[in-house]
Antibody
Framework: QVHLRESGPGLVKPSETLSLTCSVS??????????WAWIRQSPGKGLEWIGN???????KIHPSLKSRVTMTIDTSQRHFSLNLTSVTAADTAIYYC??????????????WGQGILVTVSS | DIPMTQSPSSLPASVGDRVTITCRAG??????LNWYQQKSGSAPKLLIY???NLQSGVPSRFSGSGSGTEFTLTISGLQPEDFATYYC?????????FGQGTTVEI
C-alpha cells in the first residue's frame, strides 16, 4: 500500500521560498500510470490543486501559480518536491502531496499524505 | 478554470438518513467527476471516481451518479462515521478544481 509523507518547514517568512518534499513508500515513482501531485487547503480558498509531476520530470502547474512554482522528482530516492517562491500570507495553508491514478479513462487522487501546515509570517 | 458548485453547504442529518449532495460543473465534464470525504484533521479520502465508480474499500452505502454538468453523491443509511465534509473534483481539464465542500452534520 502506498504511503506519502510531506516534510519541510512549518514557518516561512514573507517573500521567501517555501520548499516541501514528499517521500513515497510502497510504490514506484516510475510507473507510467501515475502522476504525483501537490494540493493545498486554506480556509479562504478551500482545496486548490497546485500541480502534477510525472516521473520524466514533466509537470503541469496551476496557471495562477505558474510563475512561482517549480516541481522536481527523484525516482531513485522516491521523493518529489515543491518550491513556491515569493510567498505571502495568502500561501498559508495545509499542503498535501498525493498520487494521481487513472482508471476507466478518468484520473483521481487516490492516496494522500497527512498534510503539513505551512504558515507564512515574519 | 471550471467552477464546481456544491449544494447544500451544510446538511443536518441523523444516523440512518439517506442524504444527497449535488455538485454542478461550470461546463460539460462528461463523467470526469470524483468525490472525496474529509474528516477533521485528516486528508481527503477518495470515495467515488468517474462519477459512479466506488473506490476499493469504500462501503456500498456510498453511490454517485450524473454526467455532463450535474452530479450527485448519495449516502444510503448514514452511519456515525459518515459525519464529515464531502468535496467534488473535476478531472476533465487543467487546472483541476474542487467544489467548496458540503458538511454533513448531526
Amino acid at each position: 500500500q502506498v504511503h506519502l509523507r510531506e516534510s519541510g518547514p512549518g514557518l516561512v517568512k514573507p517573500s521567501e521560498t517555501l520548499s516541501l518534499t514528499c517521500s513515497v513508500s510502497g510504490d514506484s515513482l516510475s510507473r507510467s500510470i501515475h502522476y504525483w501531485a501537490w494540493i493545498r487547503q486554506s480556509p479562504g480558498k478551500g482545496l486548490e490543486w497546485i500541480g502534477n509531476i510525472f516521473h520524466s520530470g514533466n509537470y503541469k502547474i496551476h496557471p495562477s501559480l505558474k510563475s512561482r512554482v517549480t516541481m522536481t522528482i527523484d525516482t531513485s530516492q522516491r521523493h518529489f518536491s515543491l518550491n513556491l517562491t515569493s510567498v505571502t500570507a495568502a500561501d498559508t495553508a495545509i499542503y498535501y502531496c498525493a498520487r494521481r491514478n487513472i482508471a476507466a479513462t478518468v484520473s483521481f487522487f487516490d492516496s494522500w499524505g497527512q498534510g503539513i501546515l505551512v504558515t507564512v509570517s515574519s | 478554470d471550471i467552477p464546481m458548485t456544491q449544494s447544500p453547504s451544510s446538511l443536518p442529518a441523523s444516523v440512518g438518513d439517506r442524504v444527497t449532495i449535488t455538485c454542478r460543473a461550470g461546463q460539460n465534464i462528461f463523467n470526469c467527476l470524483n468525490w472525496y470525504q474529509q474528516k477533521s484533521g485528516s486528508a481527503p479520502k477518495l470515495l467515488i471516481y468517474g462519477a459512479s465508480n466506488l473506490q476499493s474499500g469504500v462501503p456500498s452505502r456510498f453511490s454517485g451518479s450524473g454526467s455532463g454538468t450535474e452530479f450527485t453523491l448519495t449516502i444510503s443509511g448514514l452511519q456515525p462515521e459518515d459525519f464529515a465534509t464531502y468535496y467534488c473534483q473535476q478531472s476533465y481539464n487543467v487546472p483541476r478544481t474542487f467544489g467548496q465542500g458540503t458538511t454533513v452534520e448531526i
